[in-house]
């Protein structure tokens, strides 16, 4: 499952997974999320809130998400990966190699900083 709240006003996206992901949450993400690019014209920022990397319940849900990235991240200036497992500290190095994106890691704890640089505008 992938929990997720639309933080309209700000254009940022909070993502929580909660278990294995499924091709359903991406599929789900995007019908929430695309009416509201095409008419803000794309996200400030997308934060990433994990406890560990959750993994996929099936190949067709890894290929949901790989779509969902494809499909995507041309329109998303920030994201912030807010997670304490080593592997998802690696998302911002082999990240920047697929997306448009510019992706930082924050410790858990460090939530709210996170949030806050997601808030400002991106460095060009």
């Known amino acids: 499952m992938l929990a997720h709240r639309l933080l309209e006003d700000e254009a940022i996206l909070i993502i ?27 996200l400030d920022g997308v934060m990433v809130e994990a406890q560990s990397f959750p993994g996929w319940s099936d190949f067709a849900a890894l290929v949901s998400h790989l779509r969902f990235v494809r499909d995507h991240h041309r329109v998303i200036d920030k994201v912030a990966v807010v997670a304490d497992s080593k592997m998802l500290t690696l998302v911002p190095t082999v990240a920047g190699h697929f997306v448009n994106a510019e992706v930082r890691h924050y410790s858990s704890g460090d939530r709210e900083a996170a949030l806050s640089w997601l808030r400002r505008p991106r460095a060009i």
């Not at 091709?23 to 993400?29: A, C, E, I, K, V």
């Not at 019908?31 to 690019?37: E, S, W």
Request: aromatic share 8%; net charge neutral.
């Open 16 to 42: 929580k997974p909660k278990g294995a992901l499924e091709r359903s949450d991406f599929s789900g993400l995007a019908a929430r999320i695309d009416p509201y690019i095409e008419h803000a014209g794309g």
